[in-house]
């Protein structure tokens, strides 16, 4: 926050008027009835309107009440506004006598922030449930306070009219409230009634299903919603219309609908987030820290991934080989009664837990108009909960998780964005970054505001992709942004990276995948750098056209030197070796022990097919589709697959998933870390030679060590390698900054520990909080580093140096 104060001081009796601009999030928050309030309180004359870069207020009055005007605006300001700057100008009093709200006015620089979407407050909640009140079950019920903001908004400045809510034209009663600067729904955009606002309807769509024909006689009288709630506790499977975009929804008790459902959505082993009525069946099913409790219950409501209490009755198909749950509190009005009607449907003493995931088949992008909702989730859902407030921007909902002391971000979608990070410096110009290929996310800036967009997916399809530039374009209006320079990843095959050469902007900066991610960190915590940056991931394209993923980097926002990195074995078929970790075992092995590896008495060597085997071997020999990669997150593989836990996996990540749970189950044991050797062919980077850690991970598995103990120990020998290497770093650099980030500090187990290790070795750490470690926070990363190399390229000092 900054505060400018120019023109004279005047004597603290005498009458003064004063500008106050006021930018940040002060739009569609309750900012301006707020200042009338506190203007009227301090007897204050003047105005205050929303212009296209925030707030603009007049007040004239006794010079004491100006200050103590600016202190309270400050102090007071409504709970969901965030002030990034005031700047406040001396006026000639114009001797005005009242205060009044203004019309908004849209002025040629538009730098407005947009809130993001905002949980039910609890002032409309009490509403909701007050029969006594004109919005008694209304699932609509919003205030300035709270409802739907970004997935709404069309354009700036936020008004109604610029809206989906503008083909409701709100009732008498409604437009009183929204006229009258007392009332808490002055201004509120989306403000309607029953009589005056959206509807919900019900649509079943298989009629013939026994589920749904037993429930017409059930009860004639009931709300759409309670007909749901019968249905789902009867082990229907519903779409039902969100936020920002379609839910599926089924009862997380009942193991044949959760089963049902995997098999529809074709998703075979990711785990399903589950929305809970309250803070007490989250804490009823997972263990909930007093910081956990607080995230579940912000206004933001992202989906918290929580550690399940053993005998949990959650259905096992929701969270298949997990140790924890994704759970969130309902976060639209809509979602309070159905979790509520749901809780009466239900037999008595049954936990109302609902399956609520993305409303798509896998790998498409989450449904958010109706008519596709009806199309593509016809075959997984048996009917669709729906309403007529459109959807205008589709935004799933977020994942976050407490970790090392702060928040780590897996998605930042509904609640977060468009929520800007602020940068340490000045963009030179505006700026596109268009991110990686899995977990897309896109990032425009300009000035010192970097905006990441909604989570759009895996660019891997045409829905996707036009998801993406959609997002694009939408940002692009409502920031104002015209990109004079775009970054991309240097993969050729990427079509984030082909939108990016096939655009019409002529300044294009490629950055090289790891250093993104180790930016990102830097970005986000304010540093130019140099720092030591541990990049643990799972594919990245190198500058040498290898897959990286294991990379220590001496890096800064401009540049960077790769340091270190996991020696490069081969990985045969490509992405073919990313769904069978059997593949990465037997490279891993046969680099380890040669062919010898398949007369090691271990069950994988054993079971291992001969032929399979021998297939692979030649492909590794003539380089058929047999890239070389330094990943770490194949390396989790290949040691998943050696130690049994699986051989082939639905998604990326599954079987080091499964290690790092396995490990968990066990407290640290005294044995000492398995070993590692470093190579340095020539004047290259180091290269980590896991040979020795393998062979004495392959000794303890022949010796009959516990599994849980040998991934537990393959995690600490990880640690202990990591920490050798900063040590190393230090001593030759002086450096003692680090920075982690990449999808493989995902894992909760390597990421503390290597932060506590790190710590008790006198180095500072940083993580990402803001963005997620995998690929989701690449674009951020990218915009920060074409962003110092155009700094630097024009001679500017934009990149201040820490
Ligand atoms: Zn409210
Ligand atoms: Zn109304």
Not at 427 to 439: E, I, N, T
Not at 577 to 598: C, D, H, I, K, S
């Amino acid at each position: 926050m900054r505060e400018h104060l120019s023109g004279v001081q005047a004597p603290m009796t005498t009458r003064q008027r004063q500008r106050l601009s006021v930018t940040g999030i002060v739009q569609g928050v309750g900012f301006r009835p707020f200042v009338y309030g506190l203007a009227q309180r301090l007897g204050l004359a003047g105005f205050v309107l929303n212009d296209s870069r925030g707030v603009a207020i007049e007040v004239e009055g006794p010079a004491e009440a100006l200050t103590r005007f600016r202190q309270l605006l400050l102090a007071e300001a409504p709970a969901l506004a965030r002030i990034e700057s005031v700047t406040v100008e001396m006026l000639p009093p114009r001797q005005e006598t009242v205060f009044v709200i203004g019309k908004s006015q849209e002025g040629r620089e538009r730098t407005t922030l947009v809130s993001p979407d905002v949980a039910t407050c609890a002032a409309c909640l009490r509403e909701l449930f007050d029969p006594a009140d004109r919005r008694y079950r209304y699932p609509f019920i919003n205030c300035t306070n709270c409802g739907p903001r970004f997935t709404i908004i069309q354009d700036v400045p936020y008004d109604r009219e610029q809206t989906t809510m503008r083909v409701f034209a709100m009732c008498l009663a409604c437009r009183t409230e929204y006229e009258d600067p007392a009332d808490r729904r002055f201004h509120a955009q989306p403000n309607a009634c029953p009589h005056c606002g959206p509807q919900i309807h019900l649509e079943l769509w298989t009629e013939g299903e026994p589920i749904l024909a037993a429930s017409s006689a059930e009860s004639e009288e009931a709300t759409p919603i309670e007909r749901v709630a019968q249905l789902l506790a009867r082990g229907a499977i519903l779409a039902i219309k969100g936020l920002g975009g379609y839910h599926l929804a089924c009862d997380a008790l009942n193991a044949v609908a959760v089963q049902r459902l995997r098999r529809r959505k074709h998703r075979e082993a990711k785990p399903f987030a589950l929305m809970v009525p309250d803070l007490e069946t989250a804490q009823r099913l997972c263990w909930v820290n007093e910081a956990e409790a607080a995230l579940l219950q912000s206004p933001r409501r992202p989906i918290v991934l929580l550690e399940q209490r053993p005998g949990s009755p959650i259905a096992p198909a929701v969270a298949p080989g997990y140790r924890t749950l994704g759970l969130m509190l309902p976060y639209t009005p809509l979602h309070h009664l159905l979790l509520h009607a749901f809780a009466q449907a239900l037999p008595a003493g049954r936990l109302p837990v609902l399956v609520m995931t993305s409303g798509n088949l896998s790998e498409e992008p989450i449904a958010y108009r109706d008519d596709e909702a009806r199309q593509r989730l016809a075959a997984i859902a048996d009917g669709m909960l729906s309403h007529d407030r459109v959807i205008h921007m589709r935004c799933d909902d977020s994942v976050t998780r407490l970790v090392a002391g702060g928040e780590q971000l897996l998605r930042r979608s509904r609640g977060y964005v468009p929520e800007p990070i602020t940068l340490a410096f000045e963009l030179p110009r505006p700026l596109l970054a268009c991110g990686g290929h899995l977990k897309n996310t896109f990032c425009l800036g300009k000035g010192r505001q970097a905006f990441v967009g909604h989570h759009i997916g895996d660019l891997e399809n045409l829905e996707t992709l036009a998801s993406f530039r959609e997002g694009i374009r939408h940002f692009q209006r409502l920031f104002d942004i015209v990109p004079e320079a775009v970054a991309y990843d240097l993969h050729p095959d990427y079509l984030a990276t082909r939108y990016a050469l096939d655009s019409d902007i002529e300044l294009r900066l490629g950055v090289q995948h790891h250093h993104a991610h180790i930016a990102s960190v830097l970005a986000e915590h304010g540093l130019s750098g140099p720092v030591i940056g541990i990049a643990a991931d799972g594919t990245g394209y190198g500058t040498d056209g290898a897959i990286w993923g294991c990379e220590i980097l001496l890096a800064d926002l401009c540049s960077f030197e790769r340091l270190a990195h996991l020696a490069y074995v081969p990985l045969p078929g490509g992405e073919q070796a990313v769904r069978q970790p059997w593949r990465m075992a037997a490279v891993y092995l046969a680099r380890t022990y040669g062919e010898r590896f398949l007369t090691l008495n271990i069950p994988f060597a054993r079971r291992l097919d001969r032929s399979t085997w021998r297939i692979l071997a030649q492909m590794i020999a003539r380089g058929l589709n047999t890239p070389l990669t330094s990943s770490l997150g194949r390396l989790f593989d290949a040691v998943a697959a050696i130690l049994g836990l699986r051989d082939e996996v639905s998604y990326e990540g599954q079987a080091a998933i499964e290690l790092e749970m396995l490990a968990s189950s066990v407290p640290p044991d005294d044995q000492p870390s398995y070993p590692y050797a470093l190579l340095r062919p020539g004047q290259g980077p180091l290269q980590i030679d896991v040979s020795p850690l393998l062979t004495a991970l392959v000794d303890d598995l022949q010796r009959g060590g516990e599994m849980a103990r040998l991934a537990r120990r393959f995690h600490r020998s990880l640690v202990v390698m990591f920490c050798d290497l900063c040590q190393r770093i230090r001593e030759i650099s002086g450096l003692s900054q680090v920075a982690l980030s990449g999808g493989v500090f995902q894992n909760r187990l390597l990421l503390e520990e290597v932060v506590n290790e790190l710590q008790a070795n006198g180095f500072h750490v940083y993580l990402n909080r803001r963005v997620p470690p995998n690929d989701g926070g690449l674009s951020l990363g990218q915009l920060a580093v074409a962003a110092a190399r155009l700094a630097a390229e024009c001679g500017s000092s934009t990149v201040p140096a820490r």
